[in-house]
C-alpha cells in the first residue's frame, strides 16, 4: 500500500513498508527525483535507518550482559507501518516496539515520519519516542538516493557541493563496519566531482561535517537538488559504481568500528533516551532551480 500527496509544484509517495519514499515528482517537467528501486543496481530508494546505521561487528551486540542479533540498518525499514495523520500535502507514519522487535532491540519505542510538501521542498521529520520505564539507546539516519542525471548530460557533469568549505577526511567502510582507515578528499573545498571512480572503494564516509546540507549541481544549468538538515554527526555519500543515482546520507549514528568492544550502551555514535522522553529530527529534499547556491 502507498499514498501519494500533492501540492502546486510536487507530488510525492510512501509506501507502508519502512516508511520509504519512492517518488518525488516536479509537476511542471515530470522529473522523477527518487531513485525507483531497480534491483539491477540497488532495490531501495529511501529507507529508515533505526535503531543502528550499517553494521555490528559479527552481527550482534551487547546490552546488559545479553546478546542480540540485528541486520544491517536496523529493523523498522522491512516492517509494516501504520499512517496515523494525513492531508492533501503530508503525511505522517508510525511503527511501534513488539515481541518482535525486542529479540532484537530491547526497548520500547514509537518511532514516527512525517513527509510534508513545502512549496518546492519535500520535508522529512522524525520522532523517536522512548514507550518504556528504562533509559534506550538508539541512532536514526536517512537514505535517500537521488536519480543523476537529472537535469540533462551524463552523471560526470554533476557534482557535490557543500554549503561550508571542509576539511574533512573520508572514512572507508567494509563489510557493513568503518574501518580505522582515512584519506582526505577536502582541502578547506567544498566540491566533490561525481567521477566513474567515486564509489569503487565504497561509501564515502564523513565524521562532524561543518556544513548543514549538500546540493548535487551540474555544470550544464542551475537546475540541482539540496539535501538540507539541521547539522548532523555523520554523513555518508554512496552510490554503487555506474549506477544513475546517488545517495545523501544524514546520520545520527554510525556502523560499528572493526575494533569496537560490541557494547551497545557505548557504541561510537549512539544516543541516549530517557524514559518517557521524544527526540525529533529531519532532513529535506529541496529541488531549485536558478538563483544562488
Not at 29 to 56: K, M, N, R, V
Not at 96 to 121: G, H, I, N, W
Not at 253 to 274: Q, R, Y
Request: charged fraction near 20%; proline fraction near 5%.
Amino acid at each position: 500500500m502507498s499514498v501519494t500527496i500533492s501540492n502546486a509544484k510536487l507530488s510525492a509517495r510512501i509506501i507502508d513498508t519502512g516508511a520509504e519514499l519512492k517518488s518525488l515528482v516536479e509537476k511542471s517537467t515530470g522529473c522523477e527525483y527518487i531513485w525507483q528501486s531497480d534491483p539491477a543496481h540497488w532495490g531501495g530508494a529511501a529507507p529508515i535507518l533505526f535503531p543502528i546505521i550499517g553494521g555490528l561487528k559479527n552481527g550482534e551486540y551487547s546490552y546488559r550482559g545479553k546478546k542480540y542479533s540485528m541486520g544491517g540498518h536496523g529493523i523498522v525499514r522491512k516492517a509494516e507501518w501504520k499512517m496515523v495523520d494525513s492531508s492533501a500535502a503530508s503525511a505522517t507514519f508510525e511503527t511501534v516496539s513488539s515481541d518482535e522487535t525486542k529479540k532484537q532491540y530491547p526497548f520500547d519505542f514509537a518511532l514516527r515520519a512525517s513527509f510534508t510538501l513545502e512549496d518546492t521542498s519535500l520535508a522529512v521529520g522524525y520522532e523517536v519516542k522512548n514507550t518504556g520505564s528504562d533509559e534506550m539507546f538508539f541512532s536514526i539516519g536517512s537514505h535517500p538516493a537521488i536519480n543523476v542525471p537529472f537535469a540533462g548530460g551524463y552523471s560526470e557533469h554533476y557534482y557535490f557541493h557543500f554549503s561550508q568549505p571542509e576539511n574533512m577526511e573520508r572514512y572507508f567502510f567494509k563489510g557493513g563496519m568503518h574501518l580505522n582507515e582515512t584519506e582526505p578528499i577536502f582541502d578547506n573545498s567544498r566540491q566533490i566531482s561525481m567521477s566513474k571512480t567515486l564509489f569503487d572503494r565504497g561509501p564515502i564516509i564523513f565524521k562532524n561535517p561543518a556544513s548543514e546540507s549538500v546540493t548535487i549541481m551540474n555544470s550544464r544549468n542551475t537546475k540541482r537538488v539540496r539535501v538540507r538538515t539541521e547539522g548532523v554527526p555523520f554523513l555518508a555519500l554512496w552510490a554503487p559504481p555506474a549506477a544513475p543515482f546517488a545517495c545523501i546520507e544524514p546520520w545520527h549514528g554510525v556502523m560499528d568500528n572493526v575494533d569496537c568492544d560490541g557494547e551497545f550502551s557505548t557504541k561510537e555514535g549512539i544516543m541516549p533516551l530517557a524514559a518517557g522522553a521524544s527526540y525529533k529530527t529531519g532532513y529535506w529534499i529541496d529541488i531549485l532551480d536558478g538563483g544562488g547556491i
